[in-house]
């Protein structure tokens, strides 16, 4: 299992760039969520997608954050127009809702940089 | 509400133990821990369900007191590779949807 798979790991870009997070989730898992680590907040959840319908989006900071889920196996995570401080890690983590207590699995993050 | 996870910091000699506590002000269903390395994903430790069980993952292991709304986790021995940074999840459910995490601890262990 290649676990989940991000992309980019990194990105620097400048303020008022469109910027746009890839995810592809374990084959399998039914949740889907998207995580922003800064020093200052800790691991914030954004958005979560339950069988590709998101089910809570109320942890998107605003308008300029946007995250789709056309299928199972992929997710974009889109921010329009970028500003400094979403500078951060995302992180994308799935997890199967239907085995009891379920446990999130992490990809490797995106180190964002807007300048 | 975030939990609260003390102490933010500990540095200690590998083979000691330590303690890293999470407490929250909501009643709680569950604690999940999780271990982030310097730059890498966190990695999922240990779910503790209410009840007040203890779960063990080779030396460490963990407590769940849900009256008190709080948990544990103990590191026995540490090992070098123990060092990272230490979050507790919890949840009002069994679920990873509901999961809000703590600021972390951060743990070194210095030869």
């Known amino acids: 299992d290649a676990g989940v798979i991000q992309s980019p790991r990194h990105e620097v870009t400048e303020m008022g760039q469109e910027v746009t997070l890839r995810c592809k989730p374990i084959?399998?898992?039914?949740?889907l969520f998207w995580y922003r680590q800064t020093m200052m907040r800790g691991l914030e959840l954004l958005i979560y997608f339950n069988n590709n319908v998101p089910i809570d989006d109320s942890g998107m900071p605003e308008d300029r954050f946007s995250a789709k889920m056309p299928n199972a196996s992929f997710s974009t995570l889109k921010i329009q127009p970028s500003e400094p401080r979403d500078s951060a890690v995302y992180f994308c983590?799935?997890?199967?809702?239907?085995?009891?207590?379920?446990?999130?699995?992490f990809g490797a993050g995106s180190r964002l940089t807007v300048l | 509400q975030q939990p609260v996870q003390s102490p933010q910091a500990v540095i200690l000699r590998e083979g000691e133990d330590a303690v890293i506590n999470c407490s929250s002000s909501?009643?709680?269903?569950?604690v999940h821990w999780y271990r982030q390395k310097h730059g890498e994903a966190p990695v999922f430790l240990m779910i503790l369900l209410k009840g007040g069980e203890q779960k063990g993952h080779e030396k460490i292991s963990a407590s769940f007191n849900e009256k008190k709304q709080q948990s544990s986790l103990y590191l026995t021995a540490s090992q070098l590779s123990y060092s990272g940074t230490y979050f507790c999840?919890?949840?009002?459910?069994?679920?990873?949807?509901?999961?809000?995490f703590g600021s972390g601890t951060q743990l070194t262990v210095l030869p």
């Open positions: 909501k009643a709680l269903y569950s």
């Open positions: 084959s399998g898992h039914n949740s």
């Open positions: 999840g919890t949840g009002n459910s069994g679920s990873a949807r509901q999961l809000t």
């Open positions: 983590a799935s997890s199967r809702t239907d085995s009891g207590a379920n446990v999130l699995t």
